[in-house]
């Protein structure tokens, strides 16, 4: 009985401390720098890059609100196509997006976005433009999960597994 208790306890813990991640899942053949834009007052994350060789975790801090976008190898690097996140936000939960506001014509950067266990729901698309991201201030397209591991695809291809 006690012993089931500080189970219980030690699970709870480590709930309430579980790390928050992005996987990024590239889908092509192209290297890309992935850059991380923090929300006023929010950490800074270092820039990392990708490729199809294997998917890389990013771990972003209790709390974060930011945003990332993709720049191809060779190209000028400039906000693009944006996967937005929140995490432990309102309720506890985590928010998410891929966004087109700020340039809508990145079509081969950020693509998808969903939670890693449940699949869904999903924001983005394999072929922009599309009716599941954000292009508007007022679009309604933010997503909601409790989970706090995300998936986001890059590039040319197919992933999504519904
Ligand atoms: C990346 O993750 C996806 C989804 O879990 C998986 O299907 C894919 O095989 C992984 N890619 C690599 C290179 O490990």
Redesign the pocket.
Known sequence: MQFATALLAFAATVSTVAANTV?F??LDDATRTIIFTPSAGHAEIESITVN????TTVTFPEGYIGNYYAVQEGATAAPGMLGEVTFNGWNGLTYFDVSAIVNPADHDNVKQMWP?SALEPMSGCEVFPCNNAYYLPDDVQTKVTEEVDL?STLGVGS?Y?N
């Not at 199809?52 to 998917?55: A, G, T, W």
Request: charged share 20%; aromatic share 10%; glycine share 0%.
């Open positions: 996987t899942w590239t199809h060789k294997k998917n890693a998936i992933a597994p």
